[in-house]
């Protein structure tokens, strides 16, 4: 079936420091969201991309809208807060939602 | 408020017993989802519901069936649960129009079956 594969799997940054993270395809999808879980375990909504990019705050997300095979979610400037799992979420034609397994961002002092 | 409400939030069953998952939401969405999430496989699909009386299967509907009969209500069971359903469960709802088809999740449930 469909996959979707997120890099890395665990990343840890220094606050203020920048970083990007990624989800790939196995086939053409119609969108993505991204979703971060914090330690208590809530999933928020962070992005729904039908395509380009969208901006809140620190965070910007892109979906190739070319071959709609990956997406990525950009952190500027992180801080002790963003620390969580990030879960990207695609969606083919067929309208099924397939999560990556995520990714597992820690920020230091 | 919008908001996915999810009871119980913690639940121990016995291998055997017949478990309720209830999840609520109160933005008259019409699909509504059923997800598990374990350690490194992150979160799988097992109903969605895309209005009352309307549900299929997601990818692992085996051993769970559900019910929906009111919009804002949709509920997850297991007939006769097994220790392989130990999971973190989590209920989410959309629109399901365009833009607007963000998921927004409960809190989750943590059913532990010994």
């Known amino acids: 079936g469909d996959q979707v594969e997120q890099s890395p799997s665990a990343l840890s940054l220094h606050e203020g420091t920048d970083s990007a993270l990624r989800c790939n395809f196995t086939?053409?999808?119609?969108?993505v969201q991204w979703f971060r879980q914090n330690s208590r375990g809530s999933l928020i909504s962070l992005f729904y991309?039908?395509?380009?990019t969208k901006e809140n705050g620190r965070l910007k997300s892109a979906f190739d809208s070319k071959e709609r095979r990956y997406s990525t979610l950009h952190i500027r400037d992180a801080q002790l807060e963003d620390s969580g799992t990030y879960f990207c979420?695609?969606?083919?034609?067929?309208?099924?939602?397939?999560f990556g397994g995520g990714t597992r961002l820690t920020v230091r002092p | 408020d919008m908001k996915v409400t999810q009871m119980p939030r913690y639940l121990i069953k016995r291998m055997g017993e017949n478990v309720l998952l209830e999840c609520g939401q109160d933005?008259?969405?019409?699909?509504m989802y059923w997800y598990r999430q374990d350690p490194g496989l992150g979160l799988q699909l097992i109903y969605i519901?895309?209005?009352?009386?309307?549900?299929s299967e997601g990818d692992i509907p085996k051993g769970y069936r559900v019910s929906r009969k009111k919009r804002e209500h949709f509920s997850l069971i297991l007939d006769s649960a097994k220790t392989n359903q130990t999971s973190v469960y989590f209920c989410?709802?959309?629109?399901?129009?365009?833009?607007?088809?963000?998921?927004?999740f409960g809190s989750g449930t943590r059913l532990t079956v010994l």
């Open positions: 989410a709802s959309s629109s399901g129009q365009g833009d607007a088809e963000t998921l927004y």
């Open positions: 086939t053409t999808m119609r969108s």
């Open positions: 991309l039908a395509s380009g």
């Open positions: 979420a695609a969606e083919n034609a067929g309208a099924k939602l397939t």
């Open positions: 933005m008259s969405h019409e699909t």
């Open positions: 519901s895309y209005d009352v009386d309307s549900n």
